[in-house]
C-alpha cells in the first residue's frame, strides 16, 4: 500500500507573535507549535508516523511564511527512503517567503536504504526582503548497520527558480562518481547549508558570513572536504563530504547557528528535538 500525505503550513505575524496554521491529509503532520525564544519565532517538529517512505508513496510539503513571521521547521527523526521494487517514493517541499519573513528550514538527515528509488526536492522562493536559512543533508545507506548503498539511487533537487538549481542522482552502480576523488570519494554523507537573501548581500557582510564557515570548516575534521562559495550576490552555500553523517550535522549545525548570530544578532537555540 502506498502512501501520500499532504501537509500545509501557514504562518503570520498577529502583533509580536507568529502564529501557525497546518493542515495535513494522510501521514504526515507537525507537532504542537513551540516557541522557546519568545512569541516572535514558532518552532514546528514535523513527524511521519510511518517511520520511513516506500516505493509509490508521495509526500507533499508546502510552506507559506507571511510577511515578518520568522519559523523554524525541522523534523523528529530521519526521513528514511527504503527499498522500492517498482514504483519510486517522492518528498516535494514547496516553500514561499513573504515580505521581510524568515524561514530556518532544518529537518534531519535523509537516508537511502539500499534498494531505494528516491527523489528528495526542494523547492522555494522569496518575497522582497525575505530570508530563507536551510540545509539538505543526505546519507548512503548505513555502514555501521553493514546496510551500504549497493543498489537503487536517490535524485536530490535543491531549486530557487531564476537564481539557484542544484540537481543530481546518485545511483549505486555509478561508481566514477561515488568512489572517484572528482566525486564522493568514498565518502557516505553530504550536504549543502544555504542562507538566501531576495535582497542581495552586501558585499563585506557576505565575506564576512563566508569567512565564518570557512573558519568553522577549517578547524574540524572535514577541512579537505569542505568549501563555501557565494554562487550569487543573494546566495552563499557551504557543501561538504563526510564518511558518517554525524560531522556533517556537526558542522551545519555550528554554521547556522554562527551565521543567524552574524546575520540576525539571534542565539542558536538549539531545537530541543535534536537533543533527545
Known sequence: MSWHGHLTLRYRR???????????????????????????ICHHVLVHPPGGIAGGDHLDIAVDVGANAHALITSAGAARFYRSDDKPAAQIARIHVQHNARLEWLPLETIAFPGCRASNQVHFDLAPGAQCLGWDLLALGLPAAERAFTTGWIEQQLFWPGVWLERGRLAAEDTRLLASPLGLAGHRALGTIWFASHTPWPAVERDALLDSARDLAAAGELAAV???TAIDPRLMLLRVLAPPVEPLFTLMSQVRAAWRQQAWQMQANTPRVWRT
Open 14 to 40: 498577529d502583533g509580536a507573535r507568529t502564529l501557525a496554521h497546518d493542515r495535513h491529509d494522510g501521514p504526515l503532520r507537525v507537532l504542537k507549535a513551540l516557541y522557546p525564544e519568545g512569541d516572535g
Open 226 to 228: 569542505a568549501g563555501a
